[in-house]
């Protein structure tokens, strides 16, 4: 399986930016979808996660009202819409896919294919 990132970049702060992830080599609607971010000296950190086919999703505390995750299973793509950006949300942001019990969800290590993850710098 291949997840591909895009769509980061800098950003004022208060701005918006959309994330995509488009999967390749892999039954996309079989995976539950989820972003993590890592800042700089910090530890990844969950951010979303969907369903399989989009009818669940969860947010950490820290985006909930700001971020918006969906996807598109036609087209292989997850999204992060991100508004109301502030400067703490900068982080390389990775897109990755699971299987498994929806209790575990944001545990990072239970993730099965990863991104490269894309750049989001939010400027004060």
Known sequence: AQ????GGGLVQAGGSLRLSCAASRVTFGLYAM???RQAPGKEREFVAV???TGSVTDYADSVKGRFAIS??????????QM???KPEDTAVY???A???PWETRQRQELYDYWGQG???TVSS
Request: net charge positive; hydrophobic share 40%.
């Open 3 to 6: 997840l591909v990132e895009s």
């Open 34 to 36: 989820g972003w993590f």
């Open 50 to 52: 969907i369903s399989r």
């Open 71 to 80: 996807r598109d299973n036609a087209k292989n793509t997850m999204y992060l």
């Open 83 to 85: 508004n109301s950006l």
């Open 94 to 96: 990775y897109c990755a």
């Open 98 to 100: 699971r299987v498994g």
């Open 118 to 120: 894309t750049q989001v």
